[in-house]
């Protein structure tokens, strides 16, 4: 087997999406002057080269892989290889918009699910389960400014939202959902007056959920939704109502 090379990946200075990230491990392999049978480093050592999280970048390897320029062996002997010596962009054009269709589709079972998920915790959560929430959101208005810390208070507080509703196969489902978030979540811009807005509305979805406001819970869920899928259309170059429909109804 070929000795890896050093691989002349910069950081990604862009909106951290798994598409950057393609195009700079390409980058990378070109400047190192990899050939068929190389090895890349790692997924730790190469997401921290390319200054982006382990989810999206598995996304961006994902992508690599079915376009026939990688492959990631698991186990024993494992790691990145490449395996083909000329760049196949005809085929990469093309998984980078099936991946593209992937996005659309989890962001779209994000909001039925997670509105689901919403009114059964809304229904049945304790006492325990808001002073949990409002625990979060104590965590998220503290990290505000900071991107790393506001996103992990975030992914608390909907997990504490999934925790609310007791019922094991809900949270099954949304660990499922949860997993396909991660490198959608990444590609989102943050900044202080985002972070702002993302308390707001969780700070609002406590509210309407205490008060059992089921309109006023779909009004909130449904702008926070949108936070993300605005972000996804934006980058696609269309309205967001061109991916996404309209609002869905909670079913009041």
């Not at 290889?81 to 989890?106: G, H, K, N, R, Y």
Request: with cysteine.
């Amino acid at each position: 087997m070929a000795e890896r090379r050093p691989t002349a990946v910069e950081p990604i200075h862009t909106a951290r999406t798994f598409e950057a990230a393609i195009e700079h491990i390409i980058d990378g392999i070109e400047r190192a002057r990899l050939r068929s049978g190389d090895r890349l480093p790692n997924e730790e050592e190469l997401a921290a080269a390319l200054g982006i999280s382990r989810p999206t970048l598995r996304q961006a390897l994902r992508v690599l892989e079915s376009a026939g320029l990688l492959s990631v062996r698991r186990g024993a002997g494992g790691g990145i290889f490449v395996i083909a010596d000329l760049v196949p962009m005809e085929a990469l054009t093309t998984s980078i918009a099936l991946e593209e269709e992937v996005i659309v589709d989890v962001l779209r079972a994000r909001r039925v699910l997670e509105s689901a998920v919403a009114v059964h915790a809304m229904q049945v959560m304790s006492d325990d389960d808001v002073s949990e929430l409002e625990r979060t959101v104590d965590l998220l208005r503290a990290a505000i400014g900071n991107r790393r810390h506001v996103m992990r208070a975030d992914g608390m507080f909907h997990r504490a939202i999934v925790r609310a509703a007791h019922c094991r196969t809900l949270e099954a489902a949304m660990r499922a959902v949860g997993r396909h978030m991660a490198p959608i979540r990444d590609a989102y811009s943050g900044g202080v007056e985002l972070d702002r807005k993302t308390l707001e509305v969780h700070e609002h979805q406590i509210v309407a959920m205490r008060a059992r406001d089921g309109e006023a819970l779909e009004a909130v869920l449904d702008v926070h939704y949108t936070m993300l899928e605005d972000v996804v259309a934006a980058q696609r170059g269309v309205a967001r109502a061109e991916l996404f429909g309209s609002s869905l109804s909670l079913g009041r």
